[in-house]
């Protein structure tokens, strides 16, 4: 059945209030479109100019949010120009369009309010995280504090919404005061946690990349601190998780404090009948070779050893290296001992192996009372 022009335009006028909210939500996007292209393509080309990676940041983490705040912005915009045709209008219809006007709008800058507090709380995150070798003597960067750092913005954000829907915060406030006293209580354990991982952040006595050895034996590189447990990567690429609770209150070796080189140590003997002078010399001078050749010694460093004990078949002595870092000792001992015992047997120096003498004539000794041996 075809419609006359007549019926067309009144067909048109009652979806009049339909469409023109549709076509304003729809041009809204496409001209926020265009002008998230243009203007992204201007400040990338432009922070690619630029030393600092704040702009870099600051891109990254406003491109998903822009097309959320234009989608709102097209809602909101559809909004305002919604109205009711006069045929179907009434005093309940209008009362009810209006309510579901203003709650929309509510809801979208409530929205708005979210998105714009998490942005901010990413963008700071990724600022601390980027800029974490600068700040580091103020404050060591761990994930403990990246996420601090988001929760604070955060609760920031959520405050300002609770105030802008006319919500008095002072008595949620109080109410949330009392509440975590209650927490708190509850959640003995994990606030100790929480506090123990401030106190080794702050402290710097233990920080993200430190060389650690626990009391219990485990060692290795740790890899982050955060609300509560400190992660260290063994040798063997296996992880370790300790409380920071306990970590707080073991007894830890830091082979990074106060800096990274450390001595080697390298027990070594010879035979008594060896002649010390020349021992020395020849130890010193594969020491050198290992200090200057080998990845992880430390050139300038002069070797030396030093005589210690008569043992029980060797004169013994200690050979004082330098590695760079505790990793670097074990290619350094390998190969010192590797070059020495070569160097050794070129120069006649000796080695002895353990010996343990027997007194036969102590043994054919005999109690004159008894026969029995001594």
Same mark, same amino acid.
């Given at each position: ?20 909210? !549709? ?71 209008? *009362? ?31 600022? !601390? ?6 700040? %580091? ?10 996420? !601090? ?69 485990? %060692? ?19 992880? !370790? ?13 830091? &082979?990074?404090?106060?800096?990274? %080189? ?9 035979? &008594? ?56 000792? *074990?290619?350094?001992? *390998? ?5 020495? *015992? ?17 007194? &036969? ?14």
């Amino acid at each position: 059945m075809e419609l006359t022009m007549t019926e067309l335009k009144i067909l048109l006028a009652r979806l009049a209030w339909i469409i023109l909210p !549709v076509v304003v939500f729809l041009l809204t996007l496409a001209i926020g479109y265009a002008i998230r292209r243009i203007v992204f393509a201007r400040l990338i080309h432009w922070s690619k100019k630029t030393s600092t990676q704040i702009d870099d940041i600051i891109i990254a983490s406003l491109k998903t949010p822009m097309v959320i705040w234009f989608v709102m912005l097209g809602l909101y915009l559809a909004l305002q120009t919604l109205q009711l045709p006069a045929e179907i209008t009434t005093p309940r219809a209008e *009362h009810v369009v209006e309510r579901i006007v203003s709650i929309s709008k509510t809801v979208l800058m409530v929205l708005g309010y979210l998105s714009v507090t998490f942005a901010l709380a990413s963008m700071a995150g990724r600022i !601390v995280q980027a800029y974490s070798g600068k700040i %580091e003597t103020a404050l060591p960067v761990t994930s403990l504090t990246r996420n !601090v750092t988001r929760i604070v913005i955060l609760v920031i954000g959520i405050l300002i919404i609770i105030r802008q829907l006319g919500i008095d915060i002072t008595p949620l406030l109080t109410t949330l005061g009392i509440g975590g006293l209650a927490v708190a209580l509850a959640l003995q354990d994990t606030l100790a946690n929480l506090f123990a991982g401030f106190h080794i952040i702050v402290s710097k006595q233990i920080k993200v990349g430190d060389f650690v050895r626990l009391e219990s034996g485990e %060692e290795g590189y740790v890899t982050d601190i955060n609300w509560r447990t400190t992660k260290i990567r063994m040798l063997p690429n296996n992880v !370790v998780l300790i409380p920071n609770d306990k970590l707080a209150k073991a007894l830890v070796i830091n &082979y990074y404090q106060p800096d990274k %080189e450390m001595a080697v140590l390298v027990q070594v003997g010879v035979h &008594y009948d060896s002649d010390l002078r020349k021992v020395e010399q020849v130890t010193i001078e594969v020491a050198r070779e290992v200090m200057k050749e080998i990845p992880g010694g430390v050139p300038t460093f002069e070797p030396f050893i030093r005589y210690h004990t008569f043992g029980d078949f060797s004169i013994n002595f200690s050979v004082i290296m330098r590695a760079r870092e505790v990793v670097d000792q *074990h290619l350094i001992k *390998h190969e010192f001992i590797k070059r020495l *015992h070569e160097r050794y047997r070129k120069e006649g120096i000796i080695i002895p192996y353990p010996i343990r003498a027997i007194n &036969y004539s102590q043994e054919k000794a005999m109690l004159p009372s008894t026969g029995r041996p001594v």
